[in-house]
């Protein structure tokens, strides 16, 4: 074998049994690592700002941005996994079965505890919107706590269950050294896509309808104030104009997952990736992974108290004693 055909192997030490390497341009392939480890970086960044943020202040500690903290903690852990992704640019896996395996698991854990936040958030701004009277007793901070729990216990075990196979013989199914690839049943691939994907964007889906509808009929209502019966109603049944500006930024935040993660679940589901051009199937894999990285920009965008307590860490203002106790942040 030539010299030119070695430097096309992932391990050209091992000639007969190492994977070949992805022949792509250079600017292509030095483009693709600047790219995609800038967003890695501004991804792990913003989102340990958002971690810190929630955590110090106790202030943020309410049940909706709890749930923000939770999904900020993925998206923190979906930023560092972007990084392995770098590693398969040109088609070679150098960090061995076991984190292959690991990285596939966590992976698949760390989004689907992502999805199961995001039905909790449109079930938390469904109470707010929906049935505002009785928000502050039916979802208060431990109940999220709990339930942010189990969503991310239940993706843990899910996944172990259906990775089975693939965690007790890492390497398994690998056909060349320098290859990192899972197999999962049929049975298990649908079960994942139901658990994962169906049942919880048809949830979200549905609850923002109502949200939306609902959110409209007491906008109308609050403008008609045609008599005080009306007037009464609008001011002790309806959402606070905080709720809904709430709903409207994490109605974004919802959108926006939807758009990034939908059109790689969509070519899983019609059963495309096996013989879609390998360039798409991994854009769709990170523009999966990009959402991670507009959800801060859009806290960023929409919250004045994430703003605040980012001026607040970058000065090191939190290092001041009872910097956790400030009372300015969501006014």
């Not at 192997?9 to 000639?15: A, K, V």
């Not at 395996?101 to 079930?123: E, H, Q």
Request: glycine letters at 4%.
């Amino acid at each position: 074998m030539s010299s030119f055909d070695e430097d096309e192997l992932c391990f050209p030490q091992l000639l007969n049994s190492s994977c070949r390497k992805a022949v792509l341009p250079y600017f292509e392939s030095l483009s693709t690592y600047v790219i995609l480890s800038s967003i890695c970086i501004v991804t792990v960044i913003l989102n340990i700002l958002v971690v810190i943020s929630i955590s110090h202040f106790k202030q943020l500690h309410t049940p909706t941005i709890l749930l923000l903290l939770s999904l900020a903690v993925s998206d923190c852990i979906v930023g560092l996994l972007m990084f392995f992704q770098i590693d398969l640019i040109d088609g070679c896996w150098f960090s061995g079965d076991i984190i292959c395996v690991a990285y596939m698991a966590v992976g698949s854990m760390i989004t689907s505890a992502s999805t199961g936040t995001m039905v909790l958030i449109s079930v938390d701004r469904y109470v707010a919107i929906c049935d505002p009277l009785h928000y502050s007793t039916k979802v208060t901070v431990k109940r999220i706590n709990n339930c942010v729990c189990l969503c991310w216990m239940f993706s843990v075990l899910v996944h172990c269950l259906i990775m089975k196979d693939n965690l007790e013989q890492p390497g398994r199914y690998i056909t060349c050294v320098g290859q990192c690839v899972i197999v999962t049943e049929n049975i298990n691939v649908l079960v994942d896509m139901i658990l994962s994907f169906i049942i919880p964007v048809t949830i979200i889906v549905v609850l923002y309808m109502r949200v939306f509808v609902v959110a409209v009929s007491q906008a109308r209502a609050m403008r008609s104030h045609i008599t005080s019966v009306t007037i009464k109603c609008s001011k002790t049944g309806t959402a606070k104009k905080s709720e809904m500006k709430a709903a409207i930024t994490l109605g974004v935040v919802v959108v926006v997952f939807l758009i990034c993660v939908c059109p790689f679940y969509s070519v899983v589901l019609s059963g495309q990736n096996s013989i879609l051009d390998a360039k798409f199937y991994v854009f769709f894999i990170n523009l999966f992974y990009f959402n991670s990285c507009l959800n801060p920009l859009i806290y960023a965008l929409f919250y004045p108290w994430f703003r605040k307590s980012f001026k607040l860490i970058l000065t090191f203002k939190t290092l001041c004693a009872d910097s956790c106790d400030t009372r300015k942040l969501l006014m």
